[in-house]
């Protein structure tokens, strides 16, 4: 992972995540970016995982942004997987998971099922004395399909 473009040095670790209500472990990777802005690593997590799948053949579960100041290591520079898990289990990465899987349309629904669309509605009758003097919107979701 410390080959792709983007990626710090010494600031990469892969963990296995055993997530609540799944049955398989799953694997997390943990990657500062040289920038810490989604703008930029989002890039990044394309090229990690196409990196991953290209050269090892698995496809992570989570591709997870930590920032270098909060990315845990020892007083000798050794990875602390046990506190990267420890904080993944305590929902502390969630923003940047969400974010990560948005942008890569995973657990998520793609971008090409929503329209946004105006339809006008059939009229109903209104106490028109209830209403006098304010204006209402009558809003109704619309089914898929």
């Known amino acids: 992972m410390e080959e792709v473009f983007g990626v ?13 209500g799944e049955h398989e472990d ?20 394309e090229d990690i995982k196409y990196h991953i799948v290209k050269h090892i053949g698995i496809e992570p579960t989570y591709l997870i942004p930590v920032s270098k100041e909060s990315f ?18 305590a929902g502390e990465f969630h923003n940047e998971i969400k974010l990560v899987n948005t942008h890569l ?16 509605a059939a009229p109903c009758a209104i106490d028109r004395e209830a209403v006098s003097g304010r204006a209402y919107y009558v809003f109704r979701p619309v089914g898929v399909g």
Do not use: M
């Not at 710090?8 to 609540?20: D, K, L, Q």
């Not at 799953?26 to 997590?45: C, E, H, K, W």
């Open 8 to 20: 710090e040095t010494t600031f990469t670790a892969a963990a296995t995540i055993s997530a609540p």
């Open 26 to 45: 799953q694997l997390a990777l943990f990657f500062t970016p040289y920038i810490y802005d989604p703008s930029f690593y989002l890039q990044v997590v």
């Open 72 to 89: 845990p290591k020892t007083n000798s520079g050794k990875i602390q997987h046990s506190e990267l898990v420890k904080r993944f289990r």
């Open 105 to 120: 349309e995973i657990n998520t629904l793609p971008s090409w099922f929503f329209s946004e669309s105006l339809e006008r």
